[in-house]
């Protein structure tokens, strides 16, 4: 088995700005990318306000999506916050202070290709930490019901996006967008445009939400009759003479960087509101109809899942390795026997904790009716195995074990998360949940197969005298 090599954390080697742009207010404001310690994250810093507050690129700080991504924590807000955080995630880059005069960043040519061209210039660094990624191990969805929009995460050996849109319209029907490897954000996806619809920007300008929009830095896509009094609005907010629809429907002479420009836009998308999950993903997105809404639903979800599993403490045990206890150690202190000891090997053990497994093999016994043909583990049973381990932990806190069984009282919300086969090895944690009184005790208990949680529950044990005959 290859030991799989460490990725370290990376920033920038020295500061780099440049200016542009407001996409929603039409003043000309700036974005300073500056170098960050490890563990920093991507941080936004208000530089217009007194004190110069700091915004964390983080989910919980979302305050809408209505025209991107925007957050707000303690009445600062950041505009507009994606295409920043793609081109960050884009080049790998995981710690960056992210300096603002204003509220949004300047929209440049409506993609990440400015941001990415500018940090490329500033250079960028290892650092001398370990990379937190978030290693996929079973598929994760989140669906809206009402738009049909889909978000689908599953295991994959780096980081991969595919998008699917279907815009149902005639002019730009649907498109699919991939990339294979995050490696290639640069050439692939960088330079993909924002873009808009003509019924949509005609609202917008309305509204007066668009004040530094251009032809230079969206596409429009004519998805109505161009009238002669929307032709004269569209003159006088683009600063243009002229206006005219090409014969891929497209407003004025804009050149698409890509056939499918608005999907691999999309994708741009998808890797700036992901990376407010504050952590390197390494799995294959699929999104089916993605949107900032769903973007940033999805990255709840996928958040709340990192915190529990993280909660969690995932034990790292090298299988390999010479364990602490043997099978016949362990039959020095539990009174088990085969068929029913389901505890093979102890790798820790300590006044608080074991960490123990188990080889599920098919010559199983309960495999012969459970199920013949679709062979699973009872759940009873990894409770059961669950059990022992915490009874090694706690008969290891009298001198004469042999002269002791462990009775357990009650199990609690126990949980099965996953399904155990034969081949599997089960990992046990048992943890105290409160010392150990009057031979009393109540333990937290876990167990995983290849690092993904299987079954969870909490116990309540007592130590008692064995009867000898």
Request: charged share 25%; proline share 5%; with cysteine.
């Amino acid at each position: 088995m290859v030991k799989e090599k460490s990725i370290f954390q990376r920033t920038i080697s020295k500061p780099v700005s440049l200016k542009g742009v407001g996409l929603h207010t039409g003043a000309e404001v700036s974005v300073k990318f500056l170098p960050a310690k490890t563990y920093t994250g991507f941080v936004f810093k208000r530089v217009d306000i007194i004190g110069s507050p700091m915004v964390e690129a983080d989910i919980k700080w979302i305050s809408d999506t209505q025209r991107g991504t925007n957050l707000e924590k303690n009445g600062v807000k950041i505009q507009t916050s994606e295409h920043v955080l793609s081109a960050l995630v884009g080049l790998q880059i995981d710690n960056c202070i992210i300096e603002l005069n204003a509220s949004e960043p300047p929209i440049m040519d409506g993609s990440s290709h400015f941001f990415v061209k500018a940090l490329l210039k500033a250079g960028i660094k290892e650092q001398n930490a370990i990379v937190e990624e978030y290693i996929v191990k079973d598929i994760i969805n989140y669906k809206d019901k009402n738009t049909g929009s889909e978000i689908t995460l599953i295991p994959a050996d780096e980081y991969q996006i595919t998008t699917m849109v279907d815009f149902e319209t005639k002019i730009l029907g649907t498109q699919n967008a991939n990339l294979n490897s995050i490696s290639k954000y640069v050439d692939e996806i960088s330079s993909s445009r924002t873009f808009s619809f003509l019924h949509e920007l005609e609202n917008l300008l309305e509204n007066g939400l668009i004040k530094g929009g251009d032809l230079n830095n969206a596409i429009v896509y004519v998805d109505k009759p161009l009238s002669e009094t929307t032709m004269k609005r569209l003159k006088k907010a683009f600063k243009k003479d002229k206006i005219s629809v090409t014969p891929d429907g497209i407003l004025d002479n804009l050149t698409l960087h890509h056939p499918n420009e608005a999907a691999r836009h999309k994708l741009l998308d998808v890797i700036g509101d992901l990376a407010l999950v504050r952590h390197r993903i390494r799995g294959k997105i699929i999104a089916h109809k993605p949107g900032h809404r769903i973007n940033s639903e999805f990255a709840k979800k996928l958040s709340r899942i990192i915190k529990d599993e993280k909660r969690l403490d995932i034990p790292k045990i090298d299988l390999k390795l010479k364990p602490f206890m043997g099978v016949n150690e362990i039959m020095n202190i539990l009174p088990h026997r085969p068929p029913m000891l389901l505890v093979d090997k102890i790798y820790e053990l300590s006044k608080t904790h074991v960490l123990a497994s188990k080889n599920v093999t098919m010559n199983e016994p309960f495999f012969v009716g459970h199920f013949p043909g679709n062979p699973v583990m009872p759940g009873v049973l990894q409770v059961e195995a669950m059990a022992q381990a915490g009874g090694v932990l706690l008969l290891n806190t009298v001198p004469d074990p042999e002269n002791y069984l462990t009775l357990f009282m009650k199990i609690d919300n126990v949980k099965f998360k996953s399904p155990v086969n034969p081949g599997d090895t089960l990992v046990f944690k048992l943890e105290l949940l409160s010392p150990i009184r009057r031979g009393i005790c109540e333990m937290k208990g876990s167990a995983f197969v290849n690092e993904k949680l299987t079954t969870i529950g909490e116990f309540m044990a007592q130590i008692v005298k064995r009867n000898k005959k």
